[in-house]
């Protein structure tokens, strides 16, 4: 099975600043998508990234927050932007290769752990 | 997408069967039930993933009713390293976007 590597597994981020998260794919994947987990909290989907078109936005996140770049079919990254620390997740992205429901069983990369002071 | 309702936590002794039920009662047909475990900062890991009736690998048992409506995670003789959050997703070929309820938090106690 496939495997995403996913960098930096955590950041310590000042006010204001952004943070930029990658995730690379050992094979081609149709689709990506990021994730956010508040503490304590379930995943909510932020995206769903397009390979050489705009992101589609989840309701309660836009682009300007979130600029998400898939340039091609094995590589994504995630901006968090003027991050506050209400910001403090764990980001994580997941790839869906071909086959339908039964390739659920890909793949998360490993989390980003973003902590915003 | 089928919502999913499993119970928030659940303990358990190690060495026992634990058994976590998922209800997902507006299954649809094409939708297949998959099981993910997550320990604290990291990604969701695959466990098992099934249509109907029972399915078995190296670590879990999954238990699917002939009506779908609900599903049973069992794990076989747990341990402290099983201390995770479970959770129970249904999804189908196309609705490709999972949707993550709150899961079961379950603690392995020694």
């Known amino acids: 099975s496939a495997v995403i590597s996913q960098k930096p597994s955590r950041d310590i981020c000042q006010r204001g600043t952004s943070l930029t998260i990658q995730c690379q794919v050992d094979?081609?994947?149709?689709?990506m998508f990021w994730y956010r987990q508040q503490p304590g909290q379930s995943l909510t989907l932020i995206a769903t990234?397009?390979?050489?078109?705009?992101?589609?936005?989840e309701s309660g996140f836009v682009i300007d927050k979130f600029p998400i770049s898939r340039p091609n079919l094995t590589f994504s990254t995630l901006t968090v932007s003027n991050m506050s620390p209400e910001d403090s997740s764990i980001y994580l992205c997941?790839?869906?290769?071909?086959?339908?429901?039964?390739?659920?069983?890909?793949?998360f990369g490993s989390g980003t752990q973003l902590s915003v002071l | 997408l089928a919502k999913t309702t499993q119970p928030i936590s659940m303990d358990s002794y190690e060495g026992q069967e634990v058994n976590i039920t998922c209800s997902h009662n507006n299954i649809a047909t094409n939708d297949y039930i998959t099981w993910y475990q997550q320990f604290p900062s990291q990604g969701p890991r695959f466990i098992i993933q099934g249509y109907k009736t029972k399915v078995t690998n190296e670590v879990a048992s999954l238990f699917i009713p002939a009506d779908r409506k609900s599903s049973t995670l069992s794990l076989p003789r747990v341990s402290l390293s099983d201390t995770a959050v479970y959770y129970c997703?249904?999804?189908?070929?196309?609705?490709?976007?999972?949707?993550f309820g709150k899961g079961t938090k379950l603690s392995v106690i020694p």
């Open positions: 094979s081609q994947v149709t689709m």
């Open positions: 997941r790839g869906r290769g071909r086959g339908g429901a039964t390739n659920e069983k890909l793949f």
């Open positions: 990234a397009n390979q050489g078109s705009e992101a589609t936005y």
């Open positions: 997703l249904v999804s189908g070929a196309g609705s490709y976007q999972l949707t």
